[in-house]
Protein backbone atom coordinates (compact mmCIF):
# COMPACT_ATOMS: atom_id res chain seq x y z
CA UNK A 1 0.00 0.00 0.00
CA UNK A 2 1.20 4.05 -0.31
CA UNK A 3 1.56 4.29 3.37
CA UNK A 4 4.02 0.99 3.68
CA UNK A 5 6.46 -0.04 1.35
CA UNK A 6 6.60 2.03 -2.13
CA UNK A 7 8.10 0.79 -5.28
CA UNK A 8 11.01 2.69 -5.74
CA UNK A 9 10.72 3.89 -9.79
CA UNK A 10 6.89 5.31 -8.24
CA UNK A 11 9.05 8.48 -6.77
CA UNK A 12 8.25 11.72 -9.20
CA UNK A 13 9.86 14.17 -7.18
CA UNK A 14 10.70 14.83 -3.85
CA UNK A 15 7.30 16.43 -2.35
CA UNK A 16 5.20 13.28 -2.10
CA UNK A 17 8.49 11.94 0.02
CA UNK A 18 8.51 14.01 2.29
CA UNK A 19 4.60 14.62 2.54
CA UNK A 20 4.55 10.52 3.32
CA UNK A 21 7.37 11.14 5.99
CA UNK A 22 5.43 13.72 7.88
CA UNK A 23 2.23 11.97 7.52
CA UNK A 24 3.95 9.03 9.15
CA UNK A 25 4.92 10.76 12.14
CA UNK A 26 8.60 10.81 10.35
CA UNK A 27 9.46 7.53 10.21
CA UNK A 28 11.61 6.17 7.32
CA UNK A 29 9.88 6.08 3.85
CA UNK A 30 10.99 2.79 2.04
CA UNK A 31 12.47 2.82 -0.57
CA UNK A 32 14.47 4.84 -3.19
CA UNK A 33 17.08 4.81 -5.46
CA UNK A 34 20.25 6.95 -5.77
CA UNK A 35 18.75 9.66 -7.67
CA UNK A 36 15.64 9.28 -5.31
CA UNK A 37 17.88 10.25 -2.38
CA UNK A 38 19.81 13.14 -4.64
CA UNK A 39 16.29 14.72 -5.16
CA UNK A 40 16.02 14.19 -1.69
CA UNK A 41 18.87 15.93 -0.64
CA UNK A 42 18.59 18.59 -2.99
CA UNK A 43 14.83 19.65 -1.77
CA UNK A 44 14.81 23.74 -1.18
CA UNK A 45 18.14 24.47 -2.78
CA UNK A 46 18.62 26.37 -5.84
CA UNK A 47 21.66 27.12 -8.11
CA UNK A 48 23.89 25.99 -4.95
CA UNK A 49 23.21 21.70 -5.49
CA UNK A 50 23.88 19.43 -8.37
CA UNK A 51 22.59 16.02 -9.69
CA UNK A 52 25.14 13.80 -11.33
CA UNK A 53 24.58 11.07 -13.49
CA UNK A 54 27.98 8.62 -13.17
CA UNK A 55 28.34 6.59 -16.17
CA UNK A 56 30.04 3.11 -15.16
CA UNK A 57 29.80 -0.94 -15.71
CA UNK A 58 28.68 -2.74 -12.91
CA UNK A 59 30.73 -4.60 -10.68
CA UNK A 60 29.18 -7.98 -10.26
CA UNK A 61 27.45 -9.92 -12.94
CA UNK A 62 25.97 -13.36 -12.34
CA UNK A 63 25.81 -15.89 -15.36
CA UNK A 64 24.92 -19.10 -13.71
CA UNK A 65 28.58 -20.84 -12.82
CA UNK A 66 29.70 -17.56 -14.42
CA UNK A 67 30.90 -14.95 -11.75
CA UNK A 68 32.06 -11.55 -13.56
CA UNK A 69 33.69 -9.25 -10.67
CA UNK A 70 35.36 -6.09 -11.56
CA UNK A 71 38.25 -5.47 -9.18
CA UNK A 72 39.24 -1.68 -8.51
CA UNK A 73 43.38 -1.92 -8.20
CA UNK A 74 44.10 -1.53 -4.37
CA UNK A 75 41.52 0.90 -4.13
CA UNK A 76 38.32 0.51 -1.52
CA UNK A 77 35.69 -1.23 -2.94
CA UNK A 78 32.51 0.32 -4.13
CA UNK A 79 29.49 -1.18 -5.89
CA UNK A 80 29.70 0.37 -9.32
CA UNK A 81 27.02 0.56 -11.67
CA UNK A 82 25.65 2.05 -14.92
CA UNK A 83 24.90 5.05 -13.59
CA UNK A 84 25.20 6.82 -9.65
CA UNK A 85 23.59 9.66 -8.84
CA UNK A 86 25.14 11.98 -6.36
CA UNK A 87 25.41 15.58 -5.04
CA UNK A 88 27.55 19.07 -5.29
CA UNK A 89 27.55 21.56 -2.93
CA UNK A 90 29.62 24.46 -2.20
CA UNK A 91 32.08 24.91 0.69
CA UNK A 92 34.75 26.73 2.30
CA UNK A 93 37.01 24.03 3.40
CA UNK A 94 38.55 25.78 6.11
CA UNK A 95 39.58 22.32 7.48
CA UNK A 96 41.78 21.71 4.30
CA UNK A 97 42.79 25.17 3.10
CA UNK A 98 41.34 26.81 0.55
CA UNK A 99 42.90 25.20 -2.42
CA UNK A 100 40.20 22.65 -2.11
CA UNK A 101 37.59 25.41 -1.45
CA UNK A 102 34.69 24.75 -4.25
CA UNK A 103 32.55 21.92 -5.52
CA UNK A 104 32.35 18.90 -2.87
CA UNK A 105 30.82 15.28 -3.76
CA UNK A 106 28.13 14.47 -1.03
CA UNK A 107 26.87 11.40 -1.79
CA UNK A 108 23.34 10.57 -0.59
CA UNK A 109 23.22 6.99 -1.38
CA UNK A 110 26.74 5.74 0.53
CA UNK A 111 28.29 2.15 -0.03
CA UNK A 112 30.29 2.20 2.57
CA UNK A 113 31.05 2.82 6.24
CA UNK A 114 33.13 6.16 6.76
CA UNK A 115 34.41 6.38 10.33
CA UNK A 116 31.73 3.55 11.65
CA UNK A 117 28.71 5.38 9.97
CA UNK A 118 27.35 5.20 6.35
CA UNK A 119 27.60 8.46 4.73
CA UNK A 120 30.04 9.95 2.10
CA UNK A 121 31.52 13.65 1.45
CA UNK A 122 32.19 16.42 1.57
CA UNK A 123 34.52 14.83 -0.68
CA UNK A 124 36.83 17.93 -2.51
CA UNK A 125 36.22 17.75 -6.21
CA UNK A 126 39.58 19.39 -6.47
CA UNK A 127 41.19 16.70 -4.13
CA UNK A 128 39.58 14.07 -6.13
CA UNK A 129 41.21 15.87 -9.62
CA UNK A 130 44.94 15.93 -8.34
CA UNK A 131 44.95 12.66 -6.15
CA UNK A 132 44.66 13.81 -3.03
CA UNK A 133 43.31 10.44 -1.47
CA UNK A 134 44.73 11.23 2.19
CA UNK A 135 41.91 14.20 2.64
CA UNK A 136 38.91 14.17 4.96
CA UNK A 137 35.89 13.19 3.94
CA UNK A 138 36.21 10.04 1.98
CA UNK A 139 38.01 11.11 -0.89
CA UNK A 140 40.32 7.51 -1.59
CA UNK A 141 36.34 6.60 -2.11
CA UNK A 142 34.89 9.03 -4.83
CA UNK A 143 38.85 8.96 -6.38
CA UNK A 144 38.11 5.23 -6.76
CA UNK A 145 34.61 5.50 -8.15
CA UNK A 146 35.75 7.66 -11.37
CA UNK A 147 39.58 5.66 -11.83
CA UNK A 148 38.41 2.46 -10.80
CA UNK A 149 40.03 -0.47 -13.40
CA UNK A 150 37.46 -2.65 -14.63
CA UNK A 151 38.63 -6.15 -14.59
CA UNK A 152 36.45 -8.93 -15.76
CA UNK A 153 36.95 -12.83 -14.64
CA UNK A 154 34.87 -15.90 -15.07
CA UNK A 155 34.34 -18.60 -12.79
CA UNK A 156 34.04 -21.72 -14.43
CA UNK A 157 31.72 -24.50 -13.15
CA UNK A 158 35.42 -26.31 -11.62
CA UNK A 159 35.37 -23.11 -9.98
CA UNK A 160 38.49 -22.45 -12.00
CA UNK A 161 38.79 -18.39 -12.84
CA UNK A 162 39.74 -16.99 -16.18
CA UNK A 163 40.61 -13.25 -16.33
CA UNK A 164 39.53 -12.12 -19.41
CA UNK A 165 39.76 -8.24 -19.43
CA UNK A 166 41.32 -5.38 -17.78
CA UNK A 167 40.01 -2.05 -19.14
CA UNK A 168 41.18 0.89 -17.65
CA UNK A 169 39.30 3.33 -19.42
CA UNK A 170 35.57 1.90 -18.80
CA UNK A 171 35.05 3.82 -15.32
CA UNK A 172 34.36 7.28 -14.81
CA UNK A 173 33.05 8.39 -17.74
CA UNK A 174 30.42 10.54 -18.86
CA UNK A 175 30.34 12.55 -15.79
CA UNK A 176 27.47 14.73 -16.42
CA UNK A 177 24.95 17.46 -14.64
CA UNK A 178 21.85 19.30 -16.19
CA UNK A 179 22.44 22.76 -17.45
CA UNK A 180 20.90 26.13 -15.09
CA UNK A 181 17.85 26.77 -16.94
CA UNK A 182 17.59 24.06 -19.79
CA UNK A 183 17.49 19.96 -19.56
CA UNK A 184 20.64 19.46 -22.05
CA UNK A 185 23.72 17.60 -20.49
CA UNK A 186 26.59 19.54 -19.32
CA UNK A 187 29.93 17.04 -19.46
CA UNK A 188 31.95 18.01 -16.05
CA UNK A 189 34.58 14.80 -16.15
CA UNK A 190 37.08 17.16 -16.61
CA UNK A 191 36.39 18.81 -13.22
CA UNK A 192 37.24 15.28 -11.89
CA UNK A 193 39.77 14.11 -13.65
CA UNK A 194 42.72 14.79 -16.19
CA UNK A 195 42.05 13.27 -19.61
CA UNK A 196 42.59 9.51 -19.59
CA UNK A 197 45.97 8.53 -20.50
CA UNK A 198 47.13 11.53 -20.25
CA UNK A 199 50.71 11.84 -18.87
CA UNK A 200 48.79 14.00 -16.03
CA UNK A 201 46.47 11.64 -15.49
CA UNK A 202 49.62 8.95 -14.77
CA UNK A 203 51.19 11.24 -12.66
CA UNK A 204 48.12 11.82 -10.28
CA UNK A 205 47.21 7.75 -10.33
CA UNK A 206 50.86 6.85 -9.10
CA UNK A 207 50.33 9.55 -6.24
CA UNK A 208 47.43 8.65 -5.06
CA UNK A 209 49.20 5.07 -5.02
CA UNK A 210 52.07 6.56 -2.96
CA UNK A 211 49.52 8.78 -0.92
CA UNK A 212 47.93 5.31 0.16
CA UNK A 213 51.58 3.58 0.51
CA UNK A 214 51.28 1.18 -1.95
CA UNK A 215 53.70 -0.14 -4.37
CA UNK A 216 54.39 -0.02 -7.74
CA UNK A 217 52.97 -3.74 -8.24
CA UNK A 218 49.86 -2.31 -6.80
CA UNK A 219 50.60 -4.43 -3.40
CA UNK A 220 49.62 -2.47 -0.20
CA UNK A 221 52.57 -2.17 2.40
CA UNK A 222 51.43 -0.40 5.64
CA UNK A 223 48.44 1.50 5.92
CA UNK A 224 47.32 3.59 8.75
CA UNK A 225 43.89 3.35 8.50
CA UNK A 226 42.44 -0.25 8.00
CA UNK A 227 40.26 -0.66 4.99
CA UNK A 228 38.68 -3.74 3.37
CA UNK A 229 40.88 -5.59 1.23
CA UNK A 230 40.09 -6.86 -2.30
CA UNK A 231 41.69 -8.24 -5.69
CA UNK A 232 44.60 -6.70 -6.65
CA UNK A 233 45.28 -5.57 -10.27
CA UNK A 234 47.91 -3.83 -11.93
CA UNK A 235 46.90 -1.14 -13.91
CA UNK A 236 47.52 -1.64 -17.45
CA UNK A 237 46.26 0.40 -20.46
CA UNK A 238 44.74 -2.52 -22.78
CA UNK A 239 42.89 -5.75 -22.54
CA UNK A 240 45.01 -8.19 -20.44
CA UNK A 241 44.73 -12.04 -21.13
CA UNK A 242 47.15 -15.69 -20.49
CA UNK A 243 46.00 -15.73 -23.97
CA UNK A 244 43.89 -14.26 -27.09
CA UNK A 245 40.58 -15.07 -27.89
CA UNK A 246 40.57 -16.98 -31.63
CA UNK A 247 37.35 -15.79 -32.08
CA UNK A 248 35.42 -12.11 -32.21
CA UNK A 249 31.97 -11.63 -31.54
CA UNK A 250 28.94 -9.36 -31.34
CA UNK A 251 25.80 -9.58 -29.85
CA UNK A 252 23.24 -7.00 -32.36
CA UNK A 253 19.70 -5.81 -31.51
CA UNK A 254 17.44 -6.68 -34.89
CA UNK A 255 14.94 -4.10 -33.92
CA UNK A 256 14.39 -1.28 -31.13
CA UNK A 257 12.89 -3.24 -28.23
CA UNK A 258 9.92 -2.14 -27.67
CA UNK A 259 7.99 -3.37 -23.62
CA UNK A 260 4.89 -5.86 -25.10
CA UNK A 261 6.76 -7.25 -27.75
CA UNK A 262 9.54 -9.86 -28.56
CA UNK A 263 12.97 -9.37 -28.54
CA UNK A 264 15.10 -10.29 -31.79
CA UNK A 265 18.70 -10.64 -31.78
CA UNK A 266 22.12 -11.41 -33.41
CA UNK A 267 25.09 -13.13 -32.08
CA UNK A 268 28.21 -13.05 -34.94
CA UNK A 269 30.87 -15.00 -34.59
CA UNK A 270 34.64 -14.59 -36.96
CA UNK A 271 37.08 -16.95 -36.46
CA UNK A 272 40.06 -15.43 -36.04
CA UNK A 273 42.56 -18.22 -37.47
CA UNK A 274 43.12 -20.20 -40.84
CA UNK A 275 42.13 -23.49 -38.46
CA UNK A 276 38.80 -25.53 -38.50
CA UNK A 277 36.93 -24.52 -35.21
CA UNK A 278 34.16 -25.66 -33.18
CA UNK A 279 33.14 -23.24 -30.26
CA UNK A 280 31.12 -24.30 -27.51
CA UNK A 281 28.20 -21.19 -26.41
CA UNK A 282 26.65 -20.69 -23.11
CA UNK A 283 23.96 -17.71 -23.40
CA UNK A 284 21.72 -16.80 -20.69
CA UNK A 285 19.18 -13.71 -20.92
CA UNK A 286 18.66 -11.87 -16.85
CA UNK A 287 16.39 -9.09 -15.89
CA UNK A 288 18.81 -6.62 -14.20
CA UNK A 289 18.73 -3.73 -11.78
CA UNK A 290 20.10 -0.53 -13.28
CA UNK A 291 22.61 -1.31 -11.13
CA UNK A 292 23.51 -4.70 -13.57
CA UNK A 293 22.61 -6.73 -10.20
CA UNK A 294 20.71 -10.34 -11.71
CA UNK A 295 17.40 -10.50 -10.41
CA UNK A 296 15.92 -13.12 -12.46
CA UNK A 297 16.57 -15.63 -15.49
CA UNK A 298 14.80 -15.37 -18.57
CA UNK A 299 16.62 -17.85 -21.31
CA UNK A 300 19.18 -20.04 -21.34
CA UNK A 301 20.87 -22.31 -24.33
CA UNK A 302 24.02 -23.53 -25.18
CA UNK A 303 25.00 -25.08 -28.49
CA UNK A 304 27.98 -26.11 -30.62
CA UNK A 305 28.86 -23.86 -33.46
CA UNK A 306 31.31 -24.62 -36.58
CA UNK A 307 33.76 -21.93 -37.81
CA UNK A 308 35.75 -22.82 -41.28
CA UNK A 309 38.90 -20.73 -41.75
CA UNK A 310 38.06 -17.14 -40.93
CA UNK A 311 34.30 -17.67 -41.35
CA UNK A 312 31.56 -15.29 -39.60
CA UNK A 313 28.90 -17.31 -38.79
CA UNK A 314 25.07 -15.69 -37.25
CA UNK A 315 22.70 -16.98 -34.78
CA UNK A 316 19.66 -15.34 -34.69
CA UNK A 317 17.40 -15.96 -31.47
CA UNK A 318 14.54 -14.04 -29.67
CA UNK A 319 13.69 -13.48 -26.37
CA UNK A 320 9.62 -13.38 -26.57
CA UNK A 321 7.29 -11.62 -24.51
CA UNK A 322 6.21 -14.27 -22.73
CA UNK A 323 9.60 -15.17 -21.46
CA UNK A 324 10.28 -11.72 -19.79
CA UNK A 325 6.66 -10.19 -18.80
CA UNK A 326 6.97 -12.16 -15.01
CA UNK A 327 10.50 -10.96 -14.86
CA UNK A 328 11.15 -7.85 -16.33
CA UNK A 329 11.60 -4.93 -13.36
CA UNK A 330 10.57 -1.37 -13.17
CA UNK A 331 14.28 -0.44 -14.38
CA UNK A 332 13.59 -2.29 -18.30
CA UNK A 333 16.49 -3.54 -18.69
CA UNK A 334 17.76 -7.17 -19.67
CA UNK A 335 21.08 -8.65 -19.60
CA UNK A 336 22.47 -10.96 -22.38
CA UNK A 337 25.85 -12.80 -21.70
CA UNK A 338 27.10 -15.06 -24.00
CA UNK A 339 30.26 -17.49 -22.75
CA UNK A 340 31.85 -18.92 -26.02
CA UNK A 341 34.57 -21.40 -25.46
CA UNK A 342 37.53 -22.84 -28.07
CA UNK A 343 40.05 -25.65 -27.24
CA UNK A 344 42.90 -23.16 -27.87
CA UNK A 345 42.59 -19.33 -27.14
CA UNK A 346 41.34 -17.75 -24.18
CA UNK A 347 37.11 -17.87 -23.30
CA UNK A 348 35.30 -14.99 -25.19
CA UNK A 349 32.63 -12.56 -23.10
CA UNK A 350 30.22 -11.15 -25.56
CA UNK A 351 27.22 -8.59 -23.60
CA UNK A 352 24.84 -6.57 -24.86
CA UNK A 353 22.70 -4.47 -22.38
CA UNK A 354 19.21 -3.78 -23.49
CA UNK A 355 16.50 -1.48 -22.44
CA UNK A 356 13.09 -1.88 -23.47
CA UNK A 357 11.28 1.21 -24.41
CA UNK A 358 8.29 2.97 -23.17
CA UNK A 359 5.52 3.41 -25.77
CA UNK A 360 5.15 7.17 -26.31
CA UNK A 361 3.22 8.97 -23.64
CA UNK A 362 2.05 12.61 -25.49
CA UNK A 363 1.20 15.71 -22.97
CA UNK A 364 -1.12 18.47 -24.74
CA UNK A 365 -1.77 21.81 -23.36
CA UNK A 366 -4.70 23.15 -24.19
CA UNK A 367 -3.98 27.00 -23.79
CA UNK A 368 -1.65 29.46 -21.94
CA UNK A 369 -0.30 28.85 -18.80
CA UNK A 370 -1.19 32.16 -16.11
CA UNK A 371 -0.88 31.99 -12.48
CA UNK A 372 -4.40 31.68 -11.17
CA UNK A 373 -6.07 30.74 -14.67
CA UNK A 374 -7.43 27.28 -15.12
CA UNK A 375 -6.02 25.33 -18.17
CA UNK A 376 -6.97 21.97 -19.60
CA UNK A 377 -4.51 19.07 -19.94
CA UNK A 378 -4.77 16.11 -22.32
CA UNK A 379 -2.58 12.92 -22.15
CA UNK A 380 -2.21 10.87 -24.66
CA UNK A 381 -1.15 7.12 -23.50
CA UNK A 382 -1.09 2.98 -24.90
CA UNK A 383 -1.30 -0.07 -23.66
CA UNK A 384 2.01 -1.92 -24.66
CA UNK A 385 0.58 -4.93 -24.21
CA UNK A 386 -1.60 -7.49 -26.27
CA UNK A 387 -3.79 -8.15 -23.66
CA UNK A 388 -6.01 -6.22 -21.24
CA UNK A 389 -4.47 -4.53 -18.59
CA UNK A 390 -7.09 -2.98 -15.42
CA UNK A 391 -6.04 -0.75 -12.57
CA UNK A 392 -3.79 1.50 -13.89
CA UNK A 393 -3.15 4.96 -12.32
CA UNK A 394 -2.32 8.20 -14.16
CA UNK A 395 -0.61 10.69 -11.94
CA UNK A 396 -0.33 14.26 -12.15
CA UNK A 397 2.53 16.62 -10.47
CA UNK A 398 4.42 19.77 -10.80
CA UNK A 399 5.70 22.45 -8.03
CA UNK A 400 4.03 25.97 -8.93
CA UNK A 401 1.15 23.98 -11.26
CA UNK A 402 -0.74 21.41 -9.05
CA UNK A 403 -0.66 22.14 -5.42
CA UNK A 404 -0.61 17.86 -4.58
CA UNK A 405 -0.20 15.14 -6.63
CA UNK A 406 -3.27 14.50 -8.96
CA UNK A 407 -4.48 10.49 -9.69
CA UNK A 408 -6.84 9.38 -12.82
CA UNK A 409 -8.05 5.90 -12.25
CA UNK A 410 -7.64 4.27 -15.56
CA UNK A 411 -10.01 1.22 -14.98
CA UNK A 412 -9.49 -0.88 -17.96
CA UNK A 413 -7.39 -0.53 -21.34
CA UNK A 414 -7.89 -2.94 -24.30
CA UNK A 415 -4.88 -4.60 -26.10
CA UNK A 416 -2.54 -1.89 -27.44
CA UNK A 417 -5.36 0.44 -26.87
CA UNK A 418 -4.84 4.27 -26.69
CA UNK A 419 -6.57 6.10 -24.48
CA UNK A 420 -6.95 9.74 -23.16
CA UNK A 421 -7.11 11.53 -19.89
CA UNK A 422 -7.92 15.41 -19.48
CA UNK A 423 -7.78 17.40 -16.33
CA UNK A 424 -6.96 21.04 -15.07
CA UNK A 425 -4.03 22.79 -13.87
CA UNK A 426 -4.12 26.11 -12.06
CA UNK A 427 -0.40 27.47 -11.91
CA UNK A 428 0.08 29.29 -8.60
CA UNK A 429 3.68 30.71 -9.87
CA UNK A 430 5.12 32.17 -12.58
CA UNK A 431 8.14 31.06 -14.25
CA UNK A 432 9.59 27.95 -15.80
CA UNK A 433 7.34 24.79 -14.71
CA UNK A 434 7.68 21.05 -15.22
CA UNK A 435 4.54 18.90 -15.56
CA UNK A 436 4.92 15.41 -14.81
CA UNK A 437 2.64 12.09 -15.72
CA UNK A 438 3.42 9.09 -14.84
CA UNK A 439 1.44 5.93 -15.85
CA UNK A 440 1.50 3.33 -13.44
CA UNK A 441 0.14 -0.43 -13.58
CA UNK A 442 1.25 -3.75 -12.08
CA UNK A 443 1.19 -5.15 -15.56
CA UNK A 444 4.25 -3.23 -17.10
CA UNK A 445 6.98 -0.66 -15.66
CA UNK A 446 5.88 3.08 -15.23
CA UNK A 447 5.54 4.77 -18.60
CA UNK A 448 7.08 8.63 -17.43
CA UNK A 449 6.35 11.67 -19.42
CA UNK A 450 7.08 15.59 -18.65
CA UNK A 451 6.48 18.99 -21.10
CA UNK A 452 7.82 22.62 -19.84
CA UNK A 453 5.82 25.15 -19.42
CA UNK A 454 6.30 28.91 -19.18
CA UNK A 455 3.84 30.19 -16.56
CA UNK A 456 2.60 33.96 -17.18
CA UNK A 457 2.08 36.59 -13.93
CA UNK A 458 -1.54 37.08 -13.01
CA UNK A 459 -3.17 39.39 -15.22
Known amino acids: SFHSHENPSRWDGSVVILQKWREDNYKPVQYGQCWVFAGVMCTGKNAGCSQFQHSE ?43 YDGWQVLDATPQEKSKGIYRCGPASIRAIKEGDVNLDYDSSFVFAAVNADCVTWIQHSN ?23 TNTRVDVTDNYKYPEGSSKERQVYKKALKLLDVKSTGRRKKVTKPRRRFPVTRRQNM ?114 DIVLQDPFLTIEVLGPTVVHKAT ?84
Open 376 to 459: KVLVTFTNPLSEVVTDCVLRAEGSGLLKEQLNINVARMAPMETSTAEFEIIPYRSGIRQLQVDLACISFPNIKGFVMLDVAPAQ
Open 239 to 352: TTTTQKPTVSGKLKLDAPPVIGQDILLTLALQNLTADFKTIKVKLKALAVLYTRRPKAEILQWSRSVQLGSEEVKEISFKISYSQYKNALLDDRKILVIAVCEARQGASLLVEK
Open 159 to 181: KRKERIYSNTRKIGKCISTKAVG
Open 57 to 99: ESAEETFGTLAVQQAISYFPFFLPRNFHVWNESWFTRRDLGSF
